[in-house]
């Protein structure tokens, strides 16, 4: 793969995995963030590093004038349901209104590839599970909803302008993979929270909602290794310079509670994990399970890490060789003037 591509969020959990197996396939990478939320240390060396802002025109013209890009994979986001039931301007802006900012400047400088970090949020409450690509989109929180608004607007562009785009919809991304991991604060997903309790980061893991209707009462998620979702996002940037449009789940169509997952990872560091059950959160539905089918046959895609326990043991080996997260160093250069909100 000897093409120039664009990442943008690539500083972040996921976009920096891709980064870095895109790097590893051949292309040119340009990592485009404004570290809002992502670390800089995370970007692959290799990859060069803008500072900046999806949200700024002015920024992205300058950046696509300078670089004839392939294609631009799409990562910058804010991308947490709880938070997003509480600031939904926020998500709004960053997710839906900053992403036709960029969606225009792609389409101005004929950037004829897109692909774009969807969610399993978009479903909502599922009438069924494992979900398939065509079951109705019902998003319950802005989240999900911001997601979707993006999804339509692609299949607008797609029909009128003739953009290639991949969406692919995320169920639960856990894991590291090329020496990166998740590292926020604070710490909200799942697995690397009860890390986090491994290592004496926090007292307790909280369960929210015990009383949903699961065996257990707890919610049950479709987990997916970072690494496996990044080979997902090469052979979909492969697959649209013959295709126009694709839309694809990825998990692996297996769900675990979340007292499963808790009971993982103390399988897997040897600790005692201690747990604190809570209220149910805003905007939680109760099963969210991939199925995966499409891309497997279409693109043949298969997941080399489906297990859950291999999954938890691969974020608790990048946290113990990492205790303190990712070191910062100097900032990259700027793309042009201040950033504008966060993504």
């Keep these: 793969m000897r093409e120039n591509i664009l990442v943008t969020g690539g500083a972040g959990y996921i976009g920096s995995v891709v980064a870095g197996a895109l790097l590893k396939a051949g292309a040119e990478v340009v990592v485009l963030d404004n570290l809002s939320r992502g670390k800089r240390a995370a970007v692959p060396q290799g990859a060069e590093f803008v500072a900046g802002d ?9 950046l696509f004038r300078e670089r004839p890009f392939a294609a631009v994979m799409h990562f910058a986001a804010s991308m947490e349901v709880g938070e997003s039931m509480q600031f939904p301007a926020l998500y709004f802006r960053n997710n839906s209104s900053n992403t036709l900012t960029l969606l225009e400047a792609v389409m101005a400088h004929k950037i004829s590839r897109f692909v774009f970090s969807s969610t399993a949020a978009l479903y909502g409450m599922p009438e069924r599970t494992p ?50 991991g998740e590292d926020r604060d604070p710490e909200t997903h799942l697995i690397p929270a009860a890390i986090e309790v491994a290592t004496g980061k926090r007292e307790h893991i909280a369960i929210y909602g015990t009383d949903y209707p699961t065996p257990d009462g707890t919610c049950v998620r479709d987990y997916i290794h970072v690494s496996d979702l990044a080979s997902a996002h090469l052979l979909a940037l492969a697959a649209l310079e013959k295709k126009g449009q694709l839309i694809y789940n990825l998990g692996n169509s297996r769900g675990f509670s979340v007292r499963e997952v808790i009971e993982s990872a103390r399988r897997v560091t040897g600790r005692a994990i201690a747990s604190r059950e809570s209220e149910r959160r805003p905007g939680d539905p109760a099963v969210l399970v991939a199925s995966s089918k499409k891309i497997r046959d279409e693109l043949r895609w298969v997941p080399k890490h489906p297990e859950l326990d291999d999954i938890v043991r691969s974020a608790w080996e990048w946290r113990r060789e990492h205790p303190n997260g990712y070191e910062e160093p100097s900032q990259g250069r700027p793309a042009s003037g201040p950033p504008l909100s966060g993504v």
Excluded at 54 to 62: F, H, I, S
Excluded at 162 to 180: P, V
């Design 54 to 62: 999806v949200g700024d025109r002015a920024a992205l013209d300058r």
């Design 131 to 180: 979900i398939e690509e065509t079951d109705p989109l019902r998003p319950i929180n802005p989240y999900g909803e911001s997601k979707f608004f993006t999804e339509r607007m692609l299949a607008w562009f797609h029909r009128l302008n003739g953009l290639r785009y991949a969406s692919l919809r995320y169920f639960n991304a856990a894991g590291a993979a090329d020496d990166r």
